[in-house]
């Protein structure tokens, strides 16, 4: 997606970056939170404390298994960028689970990328600017060109594969079921961030 920056939307991302995290400080968070049997968010439940805990397993699994081809590690690399990516994310959703280690190991691969992590809920006026069909759907990973202070592209919430299957179920059968969901988790396992890391180097 293309978007033309103006002033009110520079201004909030501003404002929203003084609260941003680092990629390491937001997995301690979610250690923490796990430890507390807790979660992130307004919504303060036994099921998504279940699902943080859930999450951070799957983090901890993707941080040390997600690989980058040779190939995309030079193309990112030696990509000439000066770019803050932000995700809005909280810790018991499930795609995000999936998805930031992938953004944060493509991110790793080049300097001028700064990787920063923000709670949706904390920031609604960022992320009502990023709505997905009209929703608050995360992750959402919005990219910015550090130069022109514009947005250049967003990404999210789920790889462009992953998004088909989920338009063609819902086309199909109206909403998603939580049979689809646990074949969405399996397309996950199976893909092993491949399809996101090719969707975020297209992006770059």
Not at 20 to 29: E, G
Not at 56 to 81: F, G, I, L, Y
């Amino acid at each position: 997606m293309k978007t033309l920056q103006n002033t009110d939307l520079e201004n909030i991302i501003n404002d929203s970056l003084e609260n941003a995290i680092s990629y390491q400080d937001y997995r301690n968070l979610v250690k923490d939170l796990v430890t507390k049997e807790s979660t992130t968010g307004n919504e303060k439940t036994e099921a998504l404390a279940n699902y943080t805990m859930l999450n951070d397993k799957r983090m901890k699994r993707w941080d040390k298994t997600v690989k980058v081809s040779e190939v995309v590690q030079e193309t990112v690399s030696k990509s000439s960028v000066n770019q803050t990516w932000i995700v809005l994310t909280e810790s018991w959703c499930g795609d995000a689970a999936h998805l930031m280690p992938v953004m944060n190991k493509v991110a790793d691969l080049n300097k001028g990328i700064n990787f920063k992590v923000l709670l949706r809920d904390e920031n609604q006026v960022l992320m009502n600017q990023f709505l997905t069909n009209g929703g608050q759907a995360i992750p959402k990973l919005i990219m910015i060109d550090n130069n022109t202070k514009t947005v250049i592209n967003t990404f999210g919430p789920r790889p462009s594969e992953a998004t088909k299957l989920v338009n063609d179920y819902k086309a199909e059968h109206g909403k998603l079921t939580p049979e689809f969901k646990e074949d969405l988790q399996g397309w996950y396992n199976k893909n092993k961030g491949q399809n996101a890391i090719s969707d975020l180097v297209s992006l770059l």
